[in-house]
């Protein structure tokens, strides 16, 4: 189980980047080109946060299975702070879950308002946010804090 979630998290990762990339992009190209915003644009709005949210929730189901992060609680006021027991067990989780928070934030604030120019900046400003924290908190293969594969299989 364990094994088959962390894939899952991994191979989920590359779609939350790209569908914020998308969603940053048009918004952007949109909100500079003064377009209307579309059925289509909001359907961009909404899946983003909800892939966001699976991606979350695989998350949350993976640190409380993980025996890193259980380590880390176990022994938290021993652990390095270069270490990657710590990168998993604090920044990462943190990382994630605040992106997820502003990705959220950013979406139903952009779904409340009137102006479709207003909508797009809304969505550019706080997806870009949630994108740059997700970047700094993934896993990286050349991360000095926790080296990872870009994707786990099976």
């Known amino acids: 189980m364990y094994q088959l979630l962390l894939s899952l998290h991994s191979c989920f990762r590359w779609l939350v980047v790209v569908l914020l990339l998308i969603a940053i992009v048009k918004s952007a190209y949109s909100w500079f080109r003064n377009l209307s915003f579309s059925k289509t644009d909001n359907a961009i709005r909404h899946w983003t946060a909800t892939i966001c949210h699976i991606q979350l929730t695989i998350g949350i189901i993976l640190y409380s299975q993980s025996p890193v992060t259980r380590y880390f609680l176990k022994n938290f006021s021993t652990t390095e702070t270069q270490s990657q027991t ?18 959220t934030i950013g979406s139903a604030k952009a779904k409340r308002l009137h102006a479709d120019n207003e909508k797009f900046k809304t969505m550019c400003y706080w997806f870009g946010i949630g994108l740059l924290l997700i970047l700094i908190a993934i896993p990286w293969p050349f991360s000095p804090l926790a080296v990872r594969p870009y994707f786990r299989t099976f």
């Open 86 to 103: 710590f990168f998993f067990g604090l920044i990462h989780s943190l990382c994630m879950l605040g992106a997820i928070v502003v990705v």
